[in-house]
């Protein structure tokens, strides 16, 4: 059964720095990973997705690094501002085929002006 | 291209009572999923439907039902309402292409029970 670890729970930097969220998974027979973003009460947001053979995935200034072998995940979020700060999940569909995601329990970010 | 619509945004219910709430998918997806979030528990998996069948069922009880339509907009039912049931009610449509699956989210329903 796979599941997946987002640590810490919370996060607060001052405004400006680089900064590196985390997420791992136990089960590195995986198809993609998908990074979001949550404000509060609202929807979740796709950020990047990575594919099983993709190693790294850009968009502006976040970036998403994929290890199956060490079933890890980053996102590397440069020169972080205080539009930043949600809630930033990671999740894993069943199969390249299939929907069923499992999530993290989510990284609260706070970026301080 | 629109994106994941979920109605209502906001509901009050009354223990006991049922409710529906609705997700109409982005333009071209047939799987439609639904997860539940509370402060303590996270993110959920409540079921998915494909091509208007349960394809996966996550381990909630009976009282949590749902339906696809032909045009694959989705509904999901809770009945006898319990006050643990106050949530955030998420859908998220799905495309699988090329050997992976990209979901997308709409903006939630909150569901509280009084």
């Known amino acids: 059964k796979q599941e997946v670890t987002q640590i810490p729970a919370a996060l607060s930097v001052p405004e400006g720095e680089n900064l590196v969220l985390n997420c791992s998974f136990t089960d590195s027979a995986i198809y993609n990973l998908q990074w979001f973003r949550q404000d509060p009460g609202k929807g979740l947001t796709s950020l990047l997705l990575i594919q099983s053979s993709q190693r790294e995935q850009t968009s502006g200034r976040l970036n998403a690094s994929l290890d199956k072998s060490s079933g890890r995940s980053t996102l590397y979020i440069a020169a972080s501002q205080p539009g930043d700060s949600a809630t930033y999940l990671c999740?894993?569909?069943?199969?390249?085929?299939?929907?069923?995601?499992?999530f993290g329990k989510g990284i609260t970010l706070s970026v301080r002006p | 291209k629109a994106g994941v619509t979920q109605t209502p945004r906001y509901l009050i219910k009354t223990r006991g009572q049922q409710v529906t709430l609705s997700c109409s998918p982005i333009s071209g997806h047939r799987s439609v999923s639904w997860y539940q979030q509370t402060p303590g528990q996270g993110l959920q998996f409540l079921f998915e439907?494909?091509?208007?069948?349960?394809?996966n069922k996550g381990n909630f009880p009976g009282r949590f039902s749902g339906r696809q339509f032909s045009n694959s907009r989705s509904e999901m039912n809770v009945s006898t309402l319990e006050l643990g049931d106050s949530a955030l009610y998420l859908c998220?449509?799905?495309?699988?292409?090329?050997?992976?699956?990209?979901?997308?989210f709409g903006q939630g329903t909150r569901l509280t029970v009084v």
């Open positions: 998220a449509s799905s495309i699988s292409t090329g050997g992976y699956t990209e979901a997308f």
């Open positions: 439907y494909f091509s208007e069948t349960q394809r």
């Open positions: 999740a894993v569909p069943l199969t390249g085929a299939n929907s069923k995601l499992t």
